[in-house]
């Protein structure tokens, strides 16, 4: 009995047993399940708060971009009532390519930094505008000069105060004028005068070919497009730009101009055109305004129309520059110059400049063939006459001074250091005699510029002349100031 006790006990404790330990197996089952979902429940939770923090992140992008849109709206409406308020005050002046054509190519010309001599007509610097694409502008120079010669100009003399009017008419139609008042214009008894230097219409067609007519400036030599008194460096012109080609010399008459490239680098520039013809140097009664003092400046016949010739004149320039800071110019003149018709003056000219850094060198010639028939010479006309010069420049402005007076000699301010030789030989009749006068002449130079627009010289004139082998002594000192308005 105890037997089947013992038998029956230990089945029962196997039973027990085998519960127990599958109930352990699905317990380590259902941990595993749990630790799993936990782990899920987290990673859940972990991207929902990094969505969270992202739309956040959003919601202030969006923000600032309606603040940003809000100051948008007001400066668009500040600036609408601006332009109203001028609209009021002023002709509407809308963009449009007719008021930008002339900045447009002076500031093109300013961007390349090249010296004056390279410039032309349309490279002035245009400081103000009105009316209709109007702009107004000009310049003024005054000097004192104190001279060896005797009875010499001595003393200060406000030289010339030039007014200038250009306008966009439309996007093919372009005006130039300047007015002239030279040495205080008339008044009494003074020398000076008031005209009209020079005033055209230009069409434009494409680069290659545009038309110019009226008061042309006349393209003989690079000096007379170029001869603006804050443009140069020394304060009196050329010899040869004085009594050979006498600038300012324009001419009425119309033509054409234009430009070509032939390569990437290269530029040729021309202008040719038929004139009236501006020198009248005989008169039939036999008087001849040609001589061994002024060459042939006082043949200029300045536009009176009642002394011209019969005959047109032409005239034309051709230049070439191959790259940036280098150009070749050659011109030419040709007409009658009496009043009969029956005598040729031609005056070819040369001219140069080239620019390297803060130096320049620029220099011109021309030769006046004057034909002479035996009336012409019994009037005193006996040869021909020819003048060069040769100009080196170099800018430079001394660090030093600007540390000492920044507010003087600014980031815009330079020196520049001028070396200038003339050479001219004029000939004529006097007391019945045939007179030759050689002129030759250094000129050392000193300026400073405040701006590019404003010029202080200081200059030295050298002069080694000859008149029929007598020497002519008339060293010169120069101050002078000129400036663009």
């Known amino acids: 009995m105890r037997y089947y006790l013992s038998a029956v006990l230990l089945l029962i404790i196997s039973f027990f047993a085998v519960d127990v330990f599958a109930q ?3 317990t380590e089952v ?22 969270v923090e992202k739309d956040a992140e959003k919601e202030k992008e969006i923000a600032s971009l309606k603040e940003k849109d809000a100051q948008k709206e007001k400066d668009l409406s500040s600036l609408k009532v601006e332009v109203q308020k001028k609209e009021v005050v002023a002709v509407s002046e809308s963009p449009s390519v007719e008021e930008t054509t002339l900045t447009q190519k002076s500031a093109e010309f300013s961007g390349k930094k090249l010296a004056p001599a390279f410039g032309g007509v349309y490279t002035k610097p245009f400081l103000r505008r009105f009316g209709r694409n109007t702009y107004v502008g000009g310049y003024m120079d005054f000097q004192f000069r104190a001279t060896e010669a005797e009875g010499g100009d001595n003393g200060f003399d406000q030289t010339r105060f030039i007014p200038f009017i250009y306008s966009d008419i439309s996007d093919r139609v372009k005006l130039a ?35 110019r007519g009226g008061l042309v400036l006349t393209p003989l030599g690079k000096f007379n497009l170029v001869h603006d008194s804050p443009l140069q460096d020394l304060t009196d012109r050329p010899i040869v730009d004085r009594l050979i080609i006498p600038t300012t010399l324009t001419d009425v008459g119309m033509g054409f101009f234009g430009s070509l490239y032939p390569s990437e680098l290269s530029k040729i520039d021309y202008e040719l055109y038929v004139t009236n013809g501006v020198f009248r140097g005989l008169d039939a009664d036999g008087t001849s305004r040609f001589s061994a003092d002024d060459g042939i400046r006082e043949t200029r016949n300045d536009a009176d129309f009642d002394n011209y010739n019969q005959s047109p004149a032409v005239v034309g320039r051709v230049t070439f520059s191959p790259f940036i800071g280098l150009e070749f110019g050659g011109s030419f003149y040709t007409s009658r110059y009496d009043e009969n018709n029956e005598n040729q003056l031609t ?16 220099g011109e010639g021309a030769y006046a063939f004057i034909e002479t028939d035996d009336f012409a010479e019994d009037a005193g006309i006996t040869d021909d006459m020819w003048g060069y010069y040769l100009e080196g420049r170099y800018h430079f402005m001394p660090a030093g001074l600007k540390n000492w007076s920044p507010k003087i000699f600014t980031e815009n301010s330079t020196f520049t250091g001028v070396l200038r030789w003339d050479q001219v030989e004029t000939a004529g009749l006097e007391g019945g005699e045939e007179v030759h006068w050689m002129r030759n002449r250094i000129t050392p130079g000193l300026n400073y510029r405040y701006t590019e627009d404003t010029v202080f010289k200081f200059d030295y004139q050298i002069n080694m002349e000859e008149k029929d082998m007598e020497d002519v002594a008339d060293n010169t000192f120069l101050f002078s100031v000129a400036t663009y308005f």
Do not use: C
Request: no cysteine; hydrophobic share 40%; net charge negative.
């Open 30 to 51: 259902l941990k595993d399940k749990v630790e799993r979902l936990e782990s899920d429940l987290a990673e859940l939770k972990e991207l929902l708060k990094q969505q």
């Open 24 to 26: 352990s197996s699905d």
């Open 347 to 362: 005056i070819p000219a040369l001219d140069f400049a080239y620019q390297k850094g803060p130096f320049e060198f620029v």
């Open 177 to 211: 004028s300047e007015i002239e008042f030279e040495h205080g214009g008339i008044s009494g008894e003074t020398d000076g005068e008031v005209k009209l230097e020079f005033a055209t219409i230009d069409f434009l067609i494409t680069d290659w070919l545009n038309w």
